[in-house]
């Protein structure tokens, strides 16, 4: 097969999956932004985590809410928690990678601040730890996950919102994700600054 082949097959594989979850997902969006808009109106914030590609996920959704996204409105608090390695690392050697996120939660997050749990598969431990972890101190979770969303899924309560990618590729997933995040941005503002109906 030619490569420019693979390359097109790639390009219409995301665009059919990305169609299939706007249909799936476009209430449960809204139902996310909402959240996080009730959050940050009460002077709380949103969290964010997850791992390798979710990481970065998590780091351009915060930096989108602190600086902008496509609209001039002031920054948002929003908090990555993949980006400080001292106290990733001192985490992970003092006493397990999978608490990684869970401690910072703990130290950070209030009740009424919103958890945006970001695992591919819904099975990364250390996303799973910080979810129990923001349970336990009054924080909602929005899960960003896919292929089913593992045991993320049975983490899930009636105050959370579960966005669940219908795929199974990784790649494709994460594409979704990127896609749902600014689709998150952009809802936010669109209710901050009163240009929804």
Request: charged content about 15%.
């Amino acid at each position: 097969m030619p490569l420019t082949d693979r390359i097109h097959g790639h390009f219409q594989a995301s665009a059919q999956t990305q169609l299939d979850a706007a249909e799936a997902l476009a209430p449960s969006i809204e139902s996310a932004a909402r959240l996080m808009v009730h959050a940050l109106a009460q002077g709380n914030k949103i969290l964010a985590c997850g791992n390798g590609g979710s990481a970065a996920d998590a780091q351009h959704f915060s930096s989108e809410m602190i600086n902008r996204f496509e609209q001039e409105r002031p920054g948002l608090a929003a908090i990555a928690l993949t980006t400080d390695t001292s106290t990733l690392t001192s985490i992970a050697n003092d006493y397990a990678y999978e608490q990684i996120f869970a401690r910072q939660v703990k130290a950070l997050g209030q009740p009424g601040d919103v958890l945006l749990a970001i695992s591919t598969s819904g099975n990364s431990p250390s996303v799973l730890a910080a979810v129990e972890a923001a349970h336990a101190r009054g924080i909602a979770i929005i899960a960003l996950t896919g292929r089913g969303g593992g045991r993320l899924a049975e983490q899930m309560t009636e105050a959370d919102v579960f966005l669940c990618v219908p795929a199974e590729s990784t790649a494709r997933i994460q594409e979704v994700h990127l896609l749902t995040i600014h689709c998150l941005c952009d809802a936010v503002d669109s209710v901050l600054l009163g240009v929804e109906e």
